[in-house]
């Protein structure tokens, strides 16, 4: 497996920014869960079946639709903050058009957040804290449409679901 490096520009706050992420390709997938906790990985299987990527084709159009919406973002406090607004809008975008998603969709979509976070500088142990607790937060926030599986069982009451709560007992 080789890793490619992909430049992101976009214009937030008026000024151009590049974003440059880095991750594992091979045979036109790429590995997007550099920040996932393992528990969320694996679950009951293999940690080497469970890791999860996307087409490179999806990556990019993932990746890009979240920096889309960070420059559409007039004002935030922080620049953490202005990456969820973007996580947040690339969800309900996809709750708008699907009235659901599946967690590994939402898992897909905070893994192009962590590695835009890593390409703006974030420290990496800093986005390990955070990847588990926006996870939960969009699962709470939409607990009737986040599915465990595309066969429709809810991901209120499943094995992730309990394993999420575990990852961010405080």
Do not use: W
């Amino acid at each position: 497996m080789e890793t490619i490096k992909l430049n992101f520009d976009a214009e937030i706050l008026g000024q151009p920014r590049t974003f440059i992420v880095e991750v594992p390709y091979q045979d036109g997938l790429v590995a997007t869960s550099e920040f996932c906790p393992t528990e969320l990985l694996s679950g009951a299987v293999d940690l080497m079946a469970a890791i999860r990527g996307e087409t490179l084709d999806k990556f990019i159009s993932d990746c890009r639709m979240q920096l889309l919406a960070m420059s559409r973002i007039p004002e935030a406090e922080t620049e953490l903050d202005r990456h969820i607004g973007g996580l947040m809008a690339v969800v309900m975008s996809h709750l708008s058009q699907y009235k659901q998603i599946v967690f590994g969709d939402v898992l897909s979509y905070i893994d192009c957040f962590s590695l835009l976070l890593k390409a703006s500088g974030f420290d990496s142990s800093e986005i390990l804290a955070i990847y588990p607790r926006v996870t939960r937060t969009i699962t709470d926030l939409y607990p009737d449409h986040v599915y465990s599986s595309a066969n429709g069982s809810p991901f209120i009451g499943s094995h992730s679901k309990k394993i999420l709560d575990n990852l961010t007992r405080i």
